[in-house]
């Protein structure tokens, strides 16, 4: 019913810059919050970033100043600037949204995640 697709991975040398975009598909009947979170090897997945749909936003301290979330409603899609990248910035970027179905209390949902290495 509802998909998250992920896209703009890869692999940057220290330094780089990458963005990533996350759109949210099916029988939606509103976004609430979208973020980005990150799991690296032999660790938890940690939060990245937040943005709510009025657009207040939410940062992890390790990436504040470097990353930069934003929204486009109405393409239902949420982006991650990811800008002076560092080694310990490598991790599968999972992107989460809360959404409501079919008029239903809104949980929620996960994307299939994206690598990002970033190395020399």
């Known amino acids: 019913q509802v998909q998250l697709v992920e896209s703009g991975g890869g692999l940057v040398q220290p330094g780089g810059s990458l963005r990533l975009s996350c759109a949210a598909s099916?029988?939606?009947?509103?976004?609430?919050?979208m973020g980005w979170y990150r799991q690296a090897p032999g660790k938890q997945r940690e939060l990245v970033a937040t943005?709510?749909?009025?657009?207040?936003?939410n940062y992890a301290d390790s990436v504040k100043g470097r990353f930069t979330i934003s929204r486009d409603n109405a393409k239902k899609t949420v982006y991650l600037q990811m800008n002076s990248l560092k080694p310990e910035d490598t991790a599968v970027y999972y992107c989460?949204?809360?959404?409501?179905?079919?008029?239903?209390?809104?949980?929620?949902?996960w994307g299939q995640g994206t690598q990002v290495t970033v190395s020399s």
């Open positions: 989460n949204a809360d959404i409501s179905v079919s008029w239903r209390a809104p949980r929620g949902y």
């Open positions: 099916g029988t939606i009947t509103s976004v609430n919050v």
């Open positions: 943005a709510t749909s009025g657009g207040r936003t």
